[in-house]
Structures are given as C-alpha cells and as structure tokens.
C-alpha cells in the first residue's frame, strides 16, 4: 500500500506558541490530502481538504485563521496550530489517496498544549 | 446531514470467539464504504466496500455491503488478542475522497 508520513509523533509545546505539522505521500503523488483530528476515544473529525496549488476547504466549525494548511507541492502538505492552546491539544492525522484509490492515513502527531 | 453510526460502542470477548460489528450510513451521495482498524496510532485499511453483496474476505476478517438497507458488517472469527482495537467505519459520500466516520467500536479480546 501507499505510504504516508507526518513528522512530528509528538510535540509538546507552550501555550500560545505556533506548531507545524508535516504530511508527505512519500510513494506518490497526492493532490490532495485530508487532515483530522481525534480526541480520546473519539472517532476521527475531518478538519480540511488540503489542495495542492489552491486553498484549502475547511469544515463547519474548524477556524482557517488558526489552522492554517499549506500544500506547496504534490507530496507535502503542512498543518499550522497558530496560537496553540491546550484545547488545541489532540492527535493530529493526515492521510491521501493516491491515483483515486482509497484514503492511506499517517502514523499521526499527537501534540499537547501545556 | 450526512452520518455514519456504529454498534456497539464497545465489546468484550474471549479468544476464539467470532464478533459481528455494524455499521449504518444516511448519505446523500454514496460512493463507497470503508473499515479500518486502529490500534495505538492512525487506522490501517482493511476493506474497501462498493456493491452490495459482494463478501470481501481477508483472513478472519470478512465484510460486507447492503447498500438497500443501508449497513454493513464486519465479521471477525475466531478472535485473537491481536484483534484487539477500534474498528473504524467511514463513507466517502461526495466523491471526492471525503470520508465521515463513525463513531468506532472498541473490540477487546481476552485471553
């Protein structure tokens, strides 16, 4: 199967600091790539479509301004926390699909806001 | 508005024994089904559900698609302590890749 990869596993960060995220398909090409959230014994809450040369599309309820996806090429979107907070903290995955098949998750970062 | 839910929330099992888990979807625009399952980190893939009735097997682990009725399940037999996990179901229902998930069953097998 397709491989994805997130760089960090794990922050640990300061409230009111900014985090980046990083996404890669690193055996394909995705112009597009999803990320989400999940808290403790939550299911997964799509967060936005990240699209490769364009701007992202961002669900009901998720602030664009505090998270901010960048996809600056076709293997490598990133995820900003601006301003993080400890409700902010949570496991963050992305995932993509390559070729129209189905969606390949990354191992995901799990960040916490002290 | 679109939603995927899953029963039960959560199971406990022995080893050996086989479990049924169920997923029901109201979509507008059904594309496809799909189970995963997550262990510690992001969910694997395990079945890929398009037409109804159509059984996809892998191992012990076997699914299968009623889109008139609007559910499907997931068969696991003879449990294992490695089967332990949340078993995820997610519709992709736009076409574009987009999937809702449900809410997951937490499987536990005892030895």
């Known amino acids: 199967g397709a491989v994805v990869s997130q760089h960090p596993s794990w922050v640990i960060c300061k409230s009111g600091t900014s985090v980046k995220i990083e996404c890669r398909s690193l055996d394909f090409q995705a112009t597009t790539m999803f990320w989400y959230r999940q808290f403790p014994k939550q299911s997964l809450m799509l967060m936005a479509t990240?699209?490769?040369?364009?701007?992202?599309?961002?669900e009901q309820g998720v602030e664009k301004d505090k998270f901010l996806i960048n996809h600056a090429s076709l293997t490598l979107s990133t995820l900003t926390v601006t301003s993080a907070h400890p409700e902010d903290s949570s496991f963050y995955i992305c995932s993509a699909a390559p070729n129209g098949e189905t969606q390949y998750f990354g191992p995901g970062t799990r960040l916490l806001v002290l | 508005e679109d939603k995927v839910v899953q029963s039960p929330l959560s199971l406990v099992v022995h080893e050996g024994d086989t479990v049924t888990l169920n997923c029901s979807y109201e979509v507008t625009n059904f594309r496809s089904l799909l189970w995963y399952k997550q262990e510690k980190k992001a969910p694997t893939f395990l079945f890929m559900l398009t037409s109804s009735g159509i059984e996809k097997k892998s191992g012990r682990l076997s699914s299968i698609l009623d889109k008139k009725e609007l559910f499907s399940i997931l068969n696991i037999t003879a449990t294992q302590t490695g089967d332990s996990a949340v078993y995820l179901c997610a519709v992709d229902s736009s076409g574009t890749y987009k999937y809702i998930f449900g809410t997951g069953t937490r499987l536990k097998v005892l030895a």
């Open positions: 990240s699209n490769e040369g364009s701007k992202a599309t961002y």
